[in-house]
């Protein structure tokens, strides 16, 4: 009973604020992981490639100069919405045979005063945190301190977070 | 097929594979594709501070920094096997208005000029480094995602506060880049 208890005060927690939550139940080793590197890897040579880690792709996009961050962004989408649509239509489980489940995003106040934040931060750094990552594996290593400065606000966000608007 | 490859990918190529991570993730193990989250399990991991925001069991979640250090290798592997030597090809408009804050060099996905680690000491590059990294992580976090965690996955799930957040996402990009980083870049 105790045990419950706490994985579920765990759940509460993680789930604070966050797009990913681990729904799976299955335990398993470490090495089940790799499968998701390789997942990264892909797509860090999708960013790469597709150009839209590119601090000059990003300054084109907020300046109505080009079509092709819109056009990346707005066709992840649409794959994306088809494919959720599928998983649900035809209840698809996941290759462990669980059922692949979806929670719904409540509206906080957060999401227009961090939204704006992070747009700020976004066109000066031409970067969300998976390019970040991208970055610096091409080479650009002073994006490391970009990454660690991104780290140092989601920490502060932590520590204040009881104190901002919600 | 190499040679293919090394060109730079159009938006259509690009952006259905990026879609594709989506099914992909909740497929191989029900996780939701979202990436700023890795940093919150970076807190929870290596400084938790006893502050509540950060207790929880973040191994639960390692597949996300598994996920991460993935796309580092990807970036890596894509610029040392497939590059392409051309610079980026942007739009004249914004070559020219770079040019006249002294960014003229396009070969690499970052623009070196501004940022590297001599002007890193400078107001301009400190705040184009350090001030823009933290509102990135200080902002999707507390917009609670960023364009993976809102705008591909939540939209992908009709998530209405997720619309919100990405408007509010694109509304601050469009007045930092034409409004503020133009007085920012002249430093």
Redesign the interface.
Known sequence: MQNKINQNT?FE??S?????????NIQHK?Y????????????????????????????????L?????????????????V??W??KRFN?K???G?K???H?????K?????????????????????P????????????I???????????????W?EK?PH | MIEF?KQ?????????????????????????????????H??ASC?P?N???????WK?????L??????????????NL?SNPVA?Q??P??TAE?AGYGITN?T?????DI???HT?FTLKGF????????????????????????????????????L???????????????L??PY?LSL
């Open positions: 765990d927690v993680r604070l604020d966050a797009m990913c939550i681990n729904e799976s470490w089940h992981n790799i499968k998701y590197l390789i997942i990264g890897v892909l797509f860090g040579i999708v960013f790469v490639k597709s150009e839209v880690i590119s601090w000059f792709r990003i300054q084109e996009m907020f300046r100069q080009s079509f092709h961050m819109y056009g990346v962004i707005g066709s992840a989408v649409v794959v994306g919405m494919s959720i599928i998983i698809i996941t290759i462990y669980e692949i489940e979806f719904d995003k409540k509206f906080n957060g999401q227009i005063y961090g939204g704006l934040l992070f747009g700020f931060g976004w066109a000066i750094t031409g970067a969300c945190p998976g970040l990552f991208a970055q610096i594996g091409t080479g650009a290593s002073v994006v301190v970009t990454l660690l400065s991104a780290i140092a606000g989601t920490w502060f966000y932590g520590l977070r901002l | 490859l730079p990918w159009p938006w259509y190529i690009a952006g259905p594979l990026i879609g594709l991570t989506v099914p992909a993730l909740l497929i191989l193990g029900n996780k939701s594709f979202g990436i700023s989250s890795s940093l919150r970076i807190c400084i501070a502050i509540p925001f950060f207790k929880y069991n639960k979640e390692v597949w996300n598994f996920f991460v250090f993935g796309i580092f290798l990807g970036g890596a592997i894509a610029v497939l980026v942007v739009n408009k914004l770079l396009f690499n996905l970052v623009p070196l940022m590297n680690w890193l705040i184009m480094m350090v001030v823009g990294g933290f509102l990135v992580g200080f902002g999707t976090r507390y917009a609670g995602g960023c364009t993976s965690g809102h705008a591909i996955t939540g939209l992908s799930n009709l998530q209405w506060p997720s919100i957040a990405t408007t509010c996402f694109m509304v601050g990009g469009f007045i930092m880049a034409n503020i980083l920012i």
